[in-house]
């Protein structure tokens, strides 16, 4: 991989990716100009990079930030967004990563799993690791431990899916990972969206449910806003 210094990076899920604005077509040049990513890069007047993937876990995103930074590239800002908190990802016995969706095996999310070794992941997962508890710490350990690595390396700024998981009964209060970084700012996608939703396309698996490029518009706008106040700011701040 041939090392790069851009101005802005991108990491998340399909959020990020852009996920159906490639249409039925399945034309990928028009979702990587449509995407959030490359109108604020484009308005700006500034190189970009962006390295997300559909159906990302945070343990992916936050793996593949690493990578890129310590395969030499560099950028000025990252913008990390961090995908639902209970989903996680699992090596098989030939090392190929997989993603999990969310929820629980009864919520029929065992029907996005191709395999029967995944299907058992999830199953076993489901049945003996699954807590609240668990996901939160993932979570907020996570943005602890990319507010640290990134701090002397780029400005940064946290999205998130949809909503900031604070967890039942207002327990991150307690959660020892949030309390480090509660302080710094995540921003919250799907408000911002605005009902800005990709159509949903039947007997496809173009389902709904990502921005438009209406949506990506809103998104983009919102970003440029940070700039014409003077943030991002050091992730270490």
């Known amino acids: 991989m041939n090392k790069m210094k851009v101005d802005l990076f991108f990491c998340g899920d399909s959020f990020t990716y852009g996920a159906e604005l490639q249409g039925l077509e399945e034309d990928h040049e028009k979702r990587e100009k449509q995407r959030f990513s490359t109108l604020v890069s484009d308005k700006l007047g500034m190189t970009h990079d962006n390295v997300s993937k559909n159906g990302a ?24 967004q961090f995908s639902g908190y209970r989903r996680w990802g699992w090596y098989d016995k030939k090392r190929k990563y997989h993603f999990m969706p969310e929820g629980r095996w009864d919520d029929a999310n065992h029907h996005y799993l191709k395999t029967e070794e995944q299907r058992n992941a999830f199953k076993t997962y489901d049945q003996l690791l699954y807590s609240e508890e668990t996901h939160l710490d993932n979570y907020w350990k996570n943005k602890f431990f990319l ?31 949030y309390n480090l970084v509660k302080n710094i700012e995540i921003t919250e996608l799907s408000p911002l969206v605005d009902k800005q939703l990709a159509p949903r396309l039947n007997e496809t698996n173009l389902r709904g449910g990502h921005p438009s490029s209406q949506g990506h518009e809103q998104i983009a706008n919102y970003l440029l806003g940070l700039y014409s106040m003077g943030s991002p700011q050091n992730s270490g701040s």
């Open 57 to 80: 876990c945070n343990d992916w995103i936050v793996k593949t930030v690493v990578d890129w930074f310590e395969s030499g590239n560099e950028c000025h800002t990252a913008f990390i």
């Open 147 to 177: 507010v640290n690595y990134l701090k002397d390396k780029c400005k940064v700024h946290f999205m998130t899916l949809r909503k900031v998981p604070y967890g039942k009964d207002k327990n991150y209060k307690t959660n020892y990972w």
